[in-house]
């Protein structure tokens, strides 16, 4: 990949968005080993055309990839893992094909459980969350409650 877009970082794993020559886009890993050193980039498989969005959380060797990508005319979350051996999991779609979807975010806690949360509905949409078991499956996901706006006592 010619071009690098949107970078994300966790303790042992960097991804990034790459752009080829052709416009052609694709997530990329590189995962830190023992000592510093980092692997050569690896372009996992996947579904759809990657966004110029990506997030990533990890713990305990344990990371965690979202990002958004164009499926035919919708914009859906993926989500891949990497356990400490460095094996990267087959990447899956969180969100269905109803409503666009954009703005990973991620986080991971020290047993190796995390959320992934991102905006359901594009250009602005309802934030919607879902748990990330240890293994890796994402739970239900779970859309917020709008609220009126209300100032801080």
Do not use: C
């Amino acid at each position: 990949m010619a071009k690098v877009r949107k970078v994300a970082a966790t303790p042992t794993a960097v991804a990034w968005i790459g752009v080829a020559d052709d416009d052609e886009r694709r997530l990329q890993l590189s995962l830190r080993r023992p000592g510093g050193a980092f692997t050569r980039a690896l372009t996992p498989d996947q579904s759809g055309e990657p966004a110029f969005d990506v997030a990533a959380a990890g713990a305990g060797g344990r990371q965690l990839v979202a990002w958004p990508a164009h499926e035919r005319s919708t914009r859906r979350i993926q989500l891949l893992t990497l356990d400490p051996s460095g094996t990267v999991s087959e990447p899956r779609w969180l969100t269905g094909t109803e409503r666009g979807a954009t703005s990973p975010a991620l986080a991971m806690a020290a047993d190796g459980t995390g959320v992934v949360a991102w905006l359901d509905g594009m250009p602005s949409g309802i934030v919607t969350a879902a748990g990330v078991a240890q293994d890796g499956a994402a739970g239900p996901a779970r859309r917020s409650t709008p609220s009126p706006a209300r100032r801080a006592a």
